[in-house]
């Protein structure tokens, strides 16, 4: 791995990165204890991160690339804890399996990078490197957790995507307790929802994501949004207002 920056402009990244990662403090509540759990990892990688800053010991090749990996890790840390902190509630429930999975891939970099750094060439004290070991010895637990979400939860959004047209005046009492759930009760909440999806939405269409999973994925994210918008009282007849593609009838939610 080339070296892309100064050894310290490479350790102020990271510090810089981890940082602004922690700066996130409110989180969807499906991902909320994750997030939580991500936040105090990266808490944890901080003591090296400064040792390594006021020592600015000169990195050896493998340092350099265990500190580029970790630079990855962080990264990725940063831009996961972000899609939690503001993007679609409805879509991080309906994908909550493949969320989680993006957490046991952050740990799984963190563990990567930090397995076997050589601590004895970057003038990092014993305290430090204990606890950076110990807490790479749990990250390869957090790998392995299997934990899934709310299981009423789960089972209201299955009954809510099941149901056929004519059973939809059954759904009202689930319809309510799910949006007091995903917080998605209030005009506020609404309108911030109906953002995020349209941000979704265009994201996807920008990365050329026009497969019929993903047609099908936002048609149930759209569909589920505006009938919480119709039980807030928000008047919205029409679900999709054409292609999924072209997020018109999002545009819905009064100003």
């Known amino acids: 791995m080339g070296r892309e920056m100064d050894d310290e402009d490479l350790v102020e990244e990271l510090l810089v990165t981890v940082n602004s990662a922690r700066a996130f403090a409110e989180f969807r509540r499906t991902q909320r204890k994750e997030c939580a759990n991500l936040l105090r990892w990266l ?42 902190h503001d993007g679609s509630k409805i879509y991080l429930a309906l994908e909550s399996e493949t969320v989680l999975a993006k957490f046991r891939d952050v740990y799984e970099k963190m563990h ?84 995020a999806i349209k941000k979704l939405i265009n994201d996807r269409n920008s990365n050329g994501g026009g497969q019929h999973a993903v047609a099908d994925s936002t048609r149930q994210m759209v569909d589920l949004l505006n009938r919480f918008k119709e039980i807030a009282g928000v008047d919205e007849k029409d679900v999709l207002g054409g292609d999924v593609s072209m997020p018109k009838s999002l545009d819905k939610c009064p100003p």
């Open 43 to 84: 808490q944890l990688v901080l003591p090296l991160l400064e040792e390594l800053r006021d020592a600015a010991p000169r990195l050896t090749d493998d340092a350099y690339r265990r500190l580029a990996l970790l630079g990855r890790a962080l990264a990725a840390a940063r831009r996961l804890l972000r899609s939690c």
């Open 112 to 195: 990567s990078a930090l397995d076997g750094m050589p601590y004895a060439e970057l003038a990092i004290s014993d305290e430090v490197k204990e606890q950076v070991e110990l807490m790479n010895a749990q990250l390869t637990r957090c790998k392995k957790r299997t934990d899934t979400q709310d299981m009423e939860l789960s089972m209201d959004l299955m009954v809510i995507l099941q149901n056929k047209e004519e059973e939809r005046n059954a759904d009202r009492a689930i319809l309510e307790r799910l949006a007091k759930k995903l917080e998605l009760q209030t005009l506020a909440e609404l309108r911030a929802e109906t953002m």
